[in-house]
């Protein structure tokens, strides 16, 4: 099994649209859980880190489910500036600066 | 301010060849990683630096790959007889400490294509 996995999608959506991402992680030690973007041929780039409590940016929500061990990523307003790969990441264990990423899911945002 | 920074930006090569990569993190940031992306997957964890020193390199593929730093600052990853299989995207990523929540910035990569 994976560490990290991931619907590699694509998803295709019209502009405007809700589109949601999950991802599920092995570890149960893992502390730190981050989604990063990556867009076509480009360095990843932080999105937004993921707390317990759940956590949005504008139009970006992030959400953490310890106990099933899955991590959320909700889009809404979809742009067509959102067009990307979403990799999510979780740390390797309770403290470890050790970053393990899953191969990403990615989204194309049609107009 | 300046981000990370890689070089070459791609580099093509033949088999049995060895190359270097090099990367220049963001200035102060005491913590450095290098990533492996090979084509359609996720980002593999090479080895990590705390200041020159490389506690973890438990993610180099095989003895032909090795890394330093110097100066706290630059890092260089070498590839000694370079196979088919090492063609990938290599990425480089700096923090300011070396801590679980910290954020890792990315370079935009070396692409080496070994033929």
């Known amino acids: 099994r994976k560490e990290v996995e991931q619907d590699p999608g694509p998803f295709n959506v019209p502009e405007g649209a809700t589109v949601a991402f999950n991802c599920t992680y092995s570890?149960?030690?893992?502390?730190?859980f981050f989604w990063y973007r990556q867009d076509c041929r480009k360095e990843p780039k932080l999105l937004m880190s993921?707390?317990?409590s759940g956590n949005e940016d504008g139009r970006f929500t992030a959400q953490l489910n310890r106990a099933s061990q899955y991590i959320s990523l909700l889009i809404r307003d979809s742009k067509l500036s959102d067009s990307a790969t979403y990799l999510c990441?979780?740390?390797?264990?309770?403290?470890?600066?050790?970053?393990?990423f899953g191969s990403g899911t990615r989204l194309l945002v049609r107009p | 301010g300046a981000g990370v920074s890689q070089s070459p930006s791609n580099k093509v090569t033949e088999k049995g060849k060895d190359v270097e990569l090099r990367c220049d993190p963001i200035?102060?940031?005491?913590?450095l990683y290098w990533y492996r992306q090979r084509l359609g997957q996720g980002l593999e964890f090479l080895i990590y630096?705390?200041?020159?020193?490389?506690?973890?390199k438990s993610g180099l593929p095989s003895d032909r790959f090795s890394a330093e730093r110097t100066g706290e600052s630059v890092s260089t990853l070498t590839i000694q007889r370079t196979q088919q299989e090492d063609s990938a995207v290599y990425l480089c990523?700096?923090?300011?400490?070396?801590?679980?929540?910290?954020?890792?910035?990315f370079g935009p990569g070396t692409r080496l294509t070994v033929l």
């Open positions: 990523a700096s923090s300011l400490i070396a801590a679980a929540h910290d954020t890792q910035y």
């Open positions: 570890n149960s030690a893992s502390q730190s």
């Open positions: 993921v707390y317990s």
């Open positions: 990441v979780v740390n390797k264990g309770d403290s470890s600066y050790k970053l393990i």
């Open positions: 200035s102060g940031h005491t913590a």
């Open positions: 630096f705390q200041g020159n020193s490389a506690p973890d």
